[in-house]
């Protein structure tokens, strides 16, 4: 059981109640626990789910912390690297910037970077390149949204964290459909963007993990690659932290506020890489589904089981054990969205995007909220799922869209909201 602080506060008071009326205070209790995090931490919705902070009986919050900081986070952590995306290496690779190309481009007052970097590992390099577009007028080091696509980031107005140039459907809500709307968006509040050709990191292909990153690690002397090895998904999110290298290199960034953001597959390697990486400042996942933001255990919409037959390279090849078996994988996608904390993360969904499962996604927000409130942020309310198209949340952000599977000027207008009101809310502590 767990009992957050002011939950154990409103628990007291309600047994005071309970000794006056007995009545009244038995529905209070009720409330109590229906309403919040005090509620059992494995029961939520009819769901079990693996608990965020382990036994917490008799425990305050300053212990819990000392807890969650001390060795709790670093076992999800572990949890999650040997038996759903895999371990990445965390030595013996270099990345070297090589060359920084630069000019201005017109229609938005802004300046484009390229930068070329290689990257060696223990059997071999690659060279990879990191777009990055700053605002003409910006005052110091410029806080920078950071995502992956999977087609050329040459292009003067890439889609920033999407996994594909088109869409599933085409309107002016779109952003792929209406780059110039959030490239002045970006510009106009300040904020900065770079991108990364995913395929540059890790083709998306089934190969034996001997294309990309996977190859620079691969021991030739190795017939297999190992079940708790990294699979794409992982790459990618160790990609994003190696063009986190390269940005915190320049110094017309500022390191310390780079967010990392994507949609769909890009959404959960973006998941992955600000659990892994701490230094991403804030994390924002549109549309991630199974193995991002949804509830595995929930198996509504896409399943471990299909995701694993269809992208049999995304996750590590512990996971396949788990199709048709989620009750055994021992974390669930709440714990993934408690590993932000206490960087803000927001969680977006689409009503129609069924696939995604949009119930299962706002739920792990909910919950990963209790992670939160150690940290005396109030997180993403619940257990009701807001009203349609109304962002809410404080360092967990959420909201559902009406609409499809896809990364529209809505979800941006969010989560650049969302982005500053967080800015502003460092600065007045
Ligand atoms: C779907 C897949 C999802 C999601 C999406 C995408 O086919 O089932 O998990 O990642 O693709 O990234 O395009």
């Avoid at 577009?133 to 889609?159: A, I, N, R, T, Y």
């Avoid at 973006?270 to 255990?297: H, I, K, P, Q, Y």
């Avoid at 896409?302 to 995701?307: D, Y």
Wanted: glycine letters at 10%; proline letters at 5%; one cysteine or more.
């Amino acid at each position: 059981m767990t009992y957050p602080f002011d939950r154990i506060v409103l628990l007291h008071a309600s047994l005071s109640v309970l000794c006056r009326r007995w009545a009244w205070g038995m529905v209070g209790c009720f409330f109590l626990c229906s309403a919040g995090y005090g509620q059992d931490a494995e029961q939520v919705q009819g769901l079990k789910l693996p608990s965020l902070l382990g036994p917490s009986a008799g425990l305050g919050r300053s212990e819990l912390r000392q807890r969650w900081e001390g060795h709790r986070r670093q076992e999800i952590l572990q949890q999650f690297e040997q038996h759903v995306y895999g371990k990445a290496p965390h030595q013996g690779f270099e990345v070297t910037v090589l060359n920084t190309d630069w000019q201005w481009v017109g229609p938005y007052a802004a300046k484009r970077k390229t930068i070329q970097a290689h990257l060696a590992g223990p059997m071999g390099s690659l060279e990879f390149k990191v777009t990055l577009w700053l605002p003409e007028k910006s005052l110091g080091p410029c806080p920078v949204f950071l995502g992956m696509h999977l087609f050329d980031s040459g292009s003067l107005q890439p889609v920033l964290g999407q996994p594909w140039k088109g869409s599933s459907s085409k309107g002016p809500e779109l952003a792929s459909q209406n780059p110039s709307w959030l490239w002045q968006q970006l510009f106009v509040r300040g904020f900065g963007a770079a991108t990364v050709d995913a395929d540059e990191m890790d083709p998306d292909q089934h190969d034996g993990f001997k294309n990309g990153v996977h190859g620079l690690f691969h021991d030739a002397n190795r017939q297999t690659h190992g079940d708790r090895d990294w699979g794409t998904l992982a790459a990618w999110a160790w990609g994003l932290s190696r063009a986190l290298d390269v940005l915190a290199r320049d110094q017309e960034v500022d390191g310390e506020r780079v967010m990392v953001v994507g949609h769909s597959r890009m959404g959960k390697a973006a998941l992955w890489a600000g659990a892994t990486d701490e230094r991403f400042a804030m994390v924002f996942s549109n549309n991630s589904g199974c193995g991002g933001a949804a509830l595995s255990r929930r198996r509504h919409g896409e399943t471990v089981a299909h995701i694993n037959r269809v992208f049999p390279h995304w996750f590590c090849s512990q996971f396949h054990a788990y199709g048709d078996a989620e009750d055994e994988i021992p974390v669930d996608q709440h714990q993934l969205i408690a590993l932000m904390a206490p960087r803000p993360v927001y969680v977006a969904s689409a009503l129609e995007d069924d696939w995604a499962d949009p119930k299962g996604e706002f739920l792990s927000a909910y919950r990963a909220s209790e992670v939160y409130s150690l940290y005396d942020k109030a997180g993403c309310p619940g257990p009701a799922q807001p009203e349609l198209n109304q962002s809410v949340g404080e360092g967990v952000g959420y909201h559902l869209r009406s609409g499809r599977h896809d990364l529209t000027t809505f979800d941006w207008m969010c989560f650049l909201d969302f982005a500053e009101a967080q800015a502003h809310r460092s600065k007045r502590k």
